[in-house]
């Protein structure tokens, strides 16, 4: 069993910050990538920022130079810095990971259960 948990949502007025984390916690034997998602009401879920075991990062166009993605090998916890928030980036906010378990060469795309995001104007 594996398991994603999201911290860190809040209600926070524009241009102000919040740091969401995500830690993965089961057997897991690997974590490859991990990576920050959002839904907004009536949108498609959308790539926030993603990062690799080696710390190569990769953000959506409308988070670059405001948010920042970090993680903790040691801890299996995912980070996303997000300042100067804007009110379209009221959503929820998913964590997800690329894994594999111990004694299995499947490679599983897991996700957490979201946190809601709302910044106000």
């Known amino acids: 069993q594996v398991q994603l948990v999201e911290s860190g949502g809040d209600l926070v007025q524009a241009g102000g910050s919040l740091r969401l984390s995500c830690a993965a916690s089961?057997?897991?034997?690997?974590?490859?990538?991990m990576g920050w998602y959002r839904q907004a009401p009536g949108k498609q879920r959308e790539l926030v920022a993603t990062?690799?075991?080696?710390?190569?990062?990769n953000y959506a166009d409308s988070v670059k130079g405001r948010f920042t993605i970090s993680r903790d090998n040691a801890k299996n916890t995912v980070y996303l810095q997000m300042n100067s928030l804007k009110p379209e980036d009221t959503a929820v906010y998913y964590c997800?990971?690329?894994?594999?378990?111990?004694?299995?060469?499947?490679?599983?795309?897991?996700w957490g259960q979201g946190t809601q995001v709302t910044v106000s104007s």
């Open positions: 997800n990971a690329a894994l594999s378990r111990y004694r299995s060469s499947s490679l599983e795309i897991h």
């Open positions: 089961g057997s897991i034997f690997s974590i490859y990538a």
């Open positions: 990062i690799t075991k080696g710390a190569n990062a």
